[in-house]
């Protein structure tokens, strides 16, 4: 997909970061991101491209030491988990310091958004950082308990036309929060009475190595964004506790060439899985990857 009928770049010299005194990280814009199976990289990707900035992965980014970042406009592209963005990148609301003027989330989901905009800016606002622009793009449903992933796969949600009008609202620095309705409002109202949290330990039995299917490739290990999985005697194990802790974003079920991850809850479809059709394996591994995480 090619944005260049916006022509949008208002300088276009010199893109990328440099380290400016006291660790910060300086450039003219920054799109940070989170992504399990590739919806979130592609999103960021496209925008990143559009604006001529870089896009970074927050798995990585997480382990800046500083976390002080500097530019002309800031980005977070994130899929929503609960309604709500995923614990990494919770943290990284939390611990990162944004020096920009224009701030900006964009959340992938597949079905239901709920408030997603309002706890963003209430987040931010917690920290004295106002958001400048908000949207919501509708991709293919990641989730395998509720959804088929061939279906989802098939399904045209008009996704080019909604990330053009979203780069065409950035490309033009756009100021405007996405309002919840009074459906959202009702369904996250709804979804927040059954008391589901995504931490490592609630997640811990969320899903399953099939130990025999396993061909000890290490894909689960490179791909899983927290660090969670690592091969022992040829085979994955994982400890939903280690690393950065499991966000129960089902990259690695997805991306298991050998079909030996399954979830605990019933799948809609168990031999269907999902990779976002424009990002590789190679870019979500290099993306998500937490190093050392296999011995
Ligand atoms: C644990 C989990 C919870 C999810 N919860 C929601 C949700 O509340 N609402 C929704 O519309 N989609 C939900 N999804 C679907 C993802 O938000 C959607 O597929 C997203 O685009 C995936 O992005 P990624 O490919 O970058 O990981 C959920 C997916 C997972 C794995
Ligand atoms: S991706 Fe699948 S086959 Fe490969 S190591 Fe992980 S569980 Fe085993
Ligand atoms: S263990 Fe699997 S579900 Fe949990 S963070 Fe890693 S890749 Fe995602």
């Known amino acids: 997909m090619f944005f260049n009928l916006f022509n ?32 979130s990289l592609y999103v960021a990707r496209e925008i990143a491209s559009a604006l001529r900035d870089e896009a970074r992965s927050i798995p990585q980014a997480i382990h800046d030491a500083s976390k002080a970042y500097e530019g002309e406009r800031i980005g977070i592209v994130a899929p929503l988990y609960g309604y709500d963005v995923p614990e990494m990148v919770k943290r990284f609301m939390r611990e990162a310091a944004f020096d920009t003027d224009y701030l900006f989330f964009v959340f992938t989901y597949g079905n239901r958004h709920g408030i997603c905009s309002e706890l963003a800016c ?43 009008a979203i780069v065409s609202d950035l490309c033009g620095k756009v100021r405007r929060i996405e309002r919840a309705t009074e459906a959202g409002r009702a369904e996250f109202a709804e979804y927040l009475e059954l008391g589901i949290e995504y931490s490592g330990e609630t997640l811990q039995g969320f ?19 927290a660090g969670c ?14 690393g950065l802790g499991c966000n129960g974003c089902l990259a690695c079920i997805h991306a298991c060439p050998a079909h030996a991850i399954e979830m605990e809850l019933p799948e809609i479809n168990p031999a269907a899985r999902f990779r976002n059709e424009h990002v590789g394996i190679a870019e979500l591994m290099e993306a998500n990857s937490q190093y050392n995480s296999i011995d």
């Open 122 to 164: 209430s987040r931010m606002a917690s920290r004295g950082i106002e958001v400048a622009y908000t949207a919501t793009i509708i991709m293919a449903d990641n989730w395998l308990p509720g959804f088929d992933m061939d279906r989802q796969r098939m399904e045209d949600k008009g996704i080019e036309e909604n990330l053009a």
């Open 229 to 242: 999985i690592a091969l022992k005697d040829g085979r994955a194990q994982r400890d939903s506790l280690a």
């Open 207 to 225: 899903l399953h190595m099939v130990g025999e299917r396993c061909v000890g490739c290490g894909t689960c290990a490179r791909v899983c964004p």
């Open 8 to 39: 949008c770049v208002a300088s276009p010299a010199e893109i990328g970061y440099h380290i400016a005194s006291k660790g910060i990280l300086r450039g003219d814009g920054m799109i940070f991101y989170f992504s399990g199976t590739g919806n």
